[in-house]
């Protein structure tokens, strides 16, 4: 499985942007997919996931903010990031799991919001 994300970059505080990762290869139709992001001094942590039937889990800190989505038919999955604020300043990875190892990362895109 090969992830490509895009998407990302430099946003005033409050303002808005949109990520998005395509995954391809061998997909299985029963997975999840994920951002996570890693900021500098911090460990990776979880922002939202999102499985096949819809269902989405997102991190306390960007609730009612990030809206996570999906297109199973092209495998592709986006998150909106609204009302931004400088501690959302991260690397966001890309995240796929058919629920076996391996998990598969993709690349990373930074997204920094500027006070």
């Known amino acids: 499985v090969q992830l490509q994300a895009s998407g990302g970059g430099l946003v005033e505080s409050g303002g808005s942007l949109r990520i998005s990762c395509t995954a391809s290869?061998?997909?299985?139709?029963?997975?999840?997919m994920g951002w996570y992001r890693q900021a500098p001094g911090k460990r990776r942590e979880l922002v939202a996931d999102a499985f096949t039937n819809g269902r989405t889990n997102y991190a306390t800190s960007v609730k009612g903010r990030f809206t996570i989505s999906r297109e199973n038919t092209n495998n592709t999955m986006y998150m909106e990031m609204n009302n931004l604020k400088p501690e959302d300043t991260a690397v966001y990875y890309c995240h796929y799991s058919n629920f076996q190892p391996p998990d598969y990362w993709g690349p990373g895109t930074l997204v920094t919001v500027s006070s």
């Open positions: 290869g061998s997909i299985s139709s029963i997975n999840i």
